[in-house]
């Protein structure tokens, strides 16, 4: 008996070890190997005919043809909640299903969470008007709006069987090794040039389905410009967006087989986030609590000695050590 509670615990005690091992390795080196847990839950097309079928639905339309249903060119004023033309799905990709995409899949069950932006615990709710507000450049959708509890449902959906509280392999986007240097606007333009221009279009203002006013959306969508999120989204700060770029662009590629170097991806988002975008009013206000605030939050104050140059660009590995007592926020 003692000796096989031994035996179980050495087994237990090799595999935190081992679990151990592979956190710290996903930390620290650009690309791991896929795991098991990732799954891309069924079409909700497949669900049984019923009110919940129709709002999985709607809510699936709302990420994937945001613009088409509350987008600034629908006819009906009172459902223009998104002040650009991009839709969820332009950042969230394949509908929230695709691994280091910003997938939806698993989120239902990891809020209410702690958001350094605001300094609060945080609803899936006040999460999806974060993005509504800032990477939409729009306003917030009423809790009880028919809109908020498609969103809502869809992505209970995408969430079946996945735990509360799990964090799922391939949430968010991928952590890419920090730069010792400054990012490059200047550089990043080569790269534009030479791989994003042929689909985001020269100005960066993407290429529209159909033509302006007709709610259609893009093709490609625009990276900056008026029509772009705006400069307190997620997107703007510089880590988010070069994490996201590498692992994803241009579109189609993956984590596992990125078509970027680790330097074009940090240069290339320099150099679209150097760019001219919607402001958003009041962003002195985020990060209530400065001690806790994103180091690559592009705009001040901040309560330490870097430059806001530093906190656009980087390096970040100076500021993130002197930040090291304050729990930071992805
Ligand atoms: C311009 C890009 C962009 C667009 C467009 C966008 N988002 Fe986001 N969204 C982000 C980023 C970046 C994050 C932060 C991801 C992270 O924390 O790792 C995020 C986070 C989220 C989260 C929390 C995800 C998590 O893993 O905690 C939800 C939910 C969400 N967005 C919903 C939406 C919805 C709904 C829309 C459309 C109305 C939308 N987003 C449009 C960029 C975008
Ligand atoms: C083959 C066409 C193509 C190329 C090349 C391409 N993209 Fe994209 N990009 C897309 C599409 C399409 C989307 C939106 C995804 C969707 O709607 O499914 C997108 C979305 C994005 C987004 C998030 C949405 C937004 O509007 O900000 C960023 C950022 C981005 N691309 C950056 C880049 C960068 C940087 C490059 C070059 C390294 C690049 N892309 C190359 C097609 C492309």
């Given amino acids: 008996m003692n000796r096989r509670a031994a035996a179980i615990s050495s087994v237990l005690i090799m595999t935190f070890i081992l679990s151990g091992l592979a956190v710290a390795q996903t930390a ?7 795991k098991s847990d990732w799954a891309v839950p069924p079409d909700p097309e497949g669900l049984e005919r019923g009110p919940w079928r129709e709002m999985v639905l709607y809510g699936k339309q709302l990420i994937v043809e945001t613009p088409r249903v509350v987008g600034p060119e629908v006819s009906n004023p009172a459902m223009r909640y998104a002040g650009n033309n991009l839709t969820c799905q332009s950042c969230h990709l ?28 945080r609803t899936l709710e006040d999460r999806i008007n974060g993005c509504f507000e800032r990477s939409m450049n729009g306003r917030a959708l009423p809790g009880d709006s028919r809109e908020m509890k498609a969103i809502l449902s869809y992505i209970q959906y995408l969430s079946t069987g996945i735990p509360v509280g799990k964090t799922i392999e391939g949430r968010g986007s991928a952590a890419l090794p920090l ?28 290429k529209r389905i159909g033509s302006k006013g007709d709610a259609e959306g893009y093709q490609f969508p625009p990276l900056w410009g008026p029509d772009s999120f705006n400069d307190g989204a997620g997107m703007h700060r510089l880590i988010a967006s070069a994490s996201f770029i590498r692992a994803n662009m241009p579109v189609g590629t993956t984590y596992e087989a990125p078509m970027l170097s680790v330097e074009e991806a940090w240069d290339v988002a320099a150099y679209i986030n150097a760019q001219q975008r919607p402001a958003r009013a009041h962003l002195e206000l985020d990060y209530p609590n400065l001690g806790r605030k994103a180091v690559d939050a592009p705009f001040p104050p901040f309560t330490d000695a870097f430059s806001l140059q530093q906190h656009r660009l ?17």
Avoid: W
């Avoid at 500021?319 to 992805?330: A, F, L, N, P, S």
């Fill in 179 to 206: 730069l010792q240097r400054a990012a490059s606007p200047q550089r990043g333009a080569a790269v534009y040039k030479k791989i994003c221009m042929e689909c985001h279009q020269s100005d960066g203002q993407g």
């Fill in 314 to 330: 980087g390096p970040f590995q100076p500021i993130i050590d002197g930040q090291r007592r304050g729990g930071r926020e992805r």
């Fill in 94 to 121: 394949s509908g929230g299903t695709q691994r280091f995409g910003l997938p939806l899949i698993g989120v239902y069950g990891a809020f209410p969470t702690y958001m350094a932006r605001e300094n609060e615990v």
């Fill in 28 to 34: 620290e080196t650009t690309l791991t190997k896929p």
